[in-house]
């Protein structure tokens, strides 16, 4: 919601985001101790992921629709505008999963012992350039940024900046419809596994979900074309058409429902002939409870100082959170290994610390960093 000062601020969606941040942290660290995609923890955790690019979809069509379609903004000013907010974040992220690297070698990641420093630091390098190089993975997924896996969805929201700076900005209502019901079907027909275009390999290993989107090649890349496509678009059509939704307590009931939705056990069970039902489950998430959460955030405002100091928090301290946090997951799945033994209770209390520390980083990040160096970079580089 940077560089808005003219516009009011839809605060309690700027509050859903930090719920679904602090919602992915907890997947993760639930994720070591889950036993397979069919029991995790927190089961739909990584859904939050197409909540944000809802929230991101709406946010570029409040803050830019009317400036760029009548060119009161150049296209040079609002990629300045995106990297300003968005890079700083992306280079301390990918440093911290640098420093830390060999700290995770763990049987969970066999490469990271025999992964010279040089290329660790290349690694390095092309994250910061948002190169993908899933050729120097040091995990065995092939993702697309190795040593801070989260920028996958970064570098789409990046190109879905591009393509909404260059076209989406200008089309009709009439046309963003008819796109949007088009994605919606692809986001159906990937979760019920429907495969109406026949590229989905023979037993891929997240049957029953749209979990995916690391990689922009094969099967992978299709499902990170469709996770994003969607929610950027109808993210954009409810900001155009602002019919919201009032509720009282408008910020607390969203977050219940996106907690709960997150929450959700899996639907269907082990069984191959009802993954279905799970990613059906999924994909009406996101066609269409996030839309309607969405729709009633932007539709209620916060009564109290105490909301609103909590909201600006979440919001401040999201986007931080999301592209620091992975170092406490993977941290973690080293610790498991070599301490198998010992009670649950102390399993726990690590997975409390690691989250604690993983909100710490975020907020050090936050004020000690992020907020200076996009101040500094908004006096030098932006028209004001």
């Known amino acids: 919601m940077a560089y808005l000062e003219s516009k009011p601020r839809y605060e309690t969606l700027d509050g859903l985001r930090g719920v679904a941040a602090l919602m992915v942290v907890a997947f993760h660290l639930f994720e070591t101790y889950s036993g397979g995609t069919t029991h995790q923890i927190i089961n739909h955790g990584y859904l939050a992921v197409d909540f944000f690019f809802l929230l991101s979809g709406f946010v570029l069509g409040y803050a830019y629709d009317d400036r760029l379609s009548a060119s009161r903004l150049s296209l040079v000013d609002f990629f300045k505008r995106r990297i300003v907010r968005l890079h700083p974040m992306i280079i301390l992220g990918g440093l911290i999963g640098l420093l830390l690297f ?21 690694i390095y390098v092309t994250t910061v350039l948002m190169i993908p190089t899933p050729w120097m993975d040091h995990r065995g997924w ?52 429907l ?48 019919r919201f939704v009032r509720v009282k307590g408008g910020f607390w009931w969203c977050s219940l429902l996106v907690v709960a939705t997150l929450s959700m056990p899996r639907i269907g069970g082990d069984d191959p002939a009802h993954y279905w039902q799970n990613g059906l489950y999924e994909s009406l998430c996101i066609v269409a409870v996030f839309p309607f959460v969405i729709a009633m955030g932007a539709g209620s405002g916060l009564s109290g100082a105490r909301s609103q100091r909590l909201c600006k928090w979440l919001a401040d301290i999201s986007y931080p959170l999301y592209i620091t946090h992975i170092f406490a997951r993977y941290l973690q799945m080293a610790w498991k290994e070599g301490h198998e033994d010992l009670p649950l209770t102390t399993h726990i209390m690590v997975s409390v610390s690691l989250f604690v520390v993983a909100l710490l980083v975020a907020q050090a990040a936050l004020k000690l960093y992020d907020e200076p160096v996009r101040e500094w970079l908004k006096q030098k580089w932006l028209k004001r």
Request: proline share 5%; net charge neutral.
């Open 195 to 242: 495969n109406v275009l026949g590229d989905k390999p023979e037993g891929y290993w997240s049957a029953g979900t749209v979990t995916g989107g690391w990689l922009f090649t094969g099967w992978e890349g299709h499902i990170a074309w469709v996770r994003v496509s969607f929610p950027i678009l109808c993210g954009l059509l409810l900001s155009r058409y602002r």
């Open 142 to 193: 092939e993702e697309n940024f190795p040593i801070n896996s989260p920028q996958w969805s970064l570098l789409l929201e990046y190109i879905a900046n591009v393509v909404y700076a260059f076209v989406l900005c200008r089309v009709s209502k009439r046309v963003l419809w008819a796109l949007t019901l088009v994605s919606a079907f692809f986001v159906i027909d990937l979760g019920a596994g």
């Open 102 to 122: 060999y700290h995770y070698d763990t049987s969970f990641f066999p490469l990271v012992k025999t992964t010279p420093w040089w290329q660790v630091v290349l």
